[in-house]
T-cell receptor, first 115, second 113 residues
Framework: AQKVTQAQTEISVVEKEDVTLDCVYETRDTTYYLFWYKQPPSGELVFLIRRNSFDEQNEISGRYSWNFQKSTSSFNFTITASQVVDSAVYFCAFLRTSGTYKYIFGTGTRLKVLA | DSGVTQTPKHLITATGQRVTLRCSPRSGDLSVYWYQQSLDQGLQFLIQYYNGEERAKGNILERFSAQQFPDLHSELNLSSLELGDSALYFC????????????FGPGTRLTVL
């Protein structure tokens, strides 16, 4: 069965610190997608990134970067020089692309960035 | 603003009742997805429609149903409501494939008393 684990329930950092949010997934599938979403206090969900299981290249987008390692089944998200506006709940998700459709979310990590 | 609209924003109803949530996707998007977010269950994918047809099913209860109309808007029908159905229901849309970036609406907060 597929599973997504975000072990960090809540993280607090001081502004300008770097922070890494962990995501570990379980699957026997060879093809799948992984996602990160942001849910700020206003409540809406915002797509951040999608990564295909065949593409292990790390990605950087501004202050955001993602480290995908199939060997450890992890897809971690790092925010560099955090800002107060980064305060939100971040969800990691797994999408199965073969067989029965499964789209599974982790329980989320609440990030608080303090000024 | 994602371009996805959902109505109503809030809904308060009683157990046993039936409600309909409405979603209008971004202009040009053919796929609509429904999600439920509750304290107990977290964020769950319910169902996806693509150009009027059901494309994928997640953890949707039999008491729930959805459809997508020719104008591509979608409705999620929840019946025989229970206290545990209280949640935030999100709609999202995307341009095509299931793996594309999804754009989320602001959600409908359902409270069942």
């Amino acid at each position: 069965a597929q599973k997504v684990t975000q072990a960090q329930t809540e993280i607090s950092v001081v502004e300008k610190e770097d922070v890494t949010l962990d995501c570990v997934y379980e699957t026997r599938d060879t093809t799948y997608y992984l996602f990160w979403y942001k849910q700020p206090p206003s409540g809406e969900l915002v797509f951040l990134i999608r990564r295909n299981s065949f593409d292990e290249q790390n990605e950087i987008s501004g202050r955001y970067s993602w480290n995908f390692q199939k060997s450890t089944s992890s897809f971690n998200f790092t925010i560099t020089a955090s800002q107060v506006v980064d305060s939100a709940v971040y969800f990691c998700a797994f999408l199965r692309t073969s067989g029965t459709y499964k789209y599974i979310f982790g329980t989320g990590t609440r990030l608080k960035v303090l000024a | 603003d994602s371009g996805v609209t959902q109505t109503p924003k809030h809904l308060i109803t009683a157990t046993g009742q039936r409600v309909t949530l409405r979603c209008s996707p971004r202009s040009g998007d053919l796929s609509v997805y429904w999600y439920q977010q509750s304290l107990d269950q977290g964020l769950q994918f319910l169902i996806q429609y693509y150009n009027g047809e059901e494309r994928a099913k997640g953890n949707i209860l039999e008491r729930f149903s959805a459809q997508q109309f020719p104008d591509l808007h979608s409705e999620l029908n929840l019946s025989s409501l229970e206290l545990g159905d209280s949640a935030l229901y999100f709609c999202a849309s995307s341009g095509g494939q299931q793996y594309n970036e999804q754009f989320f609406g602001p959600g409908t907060r359902l409270t069942v008393l």
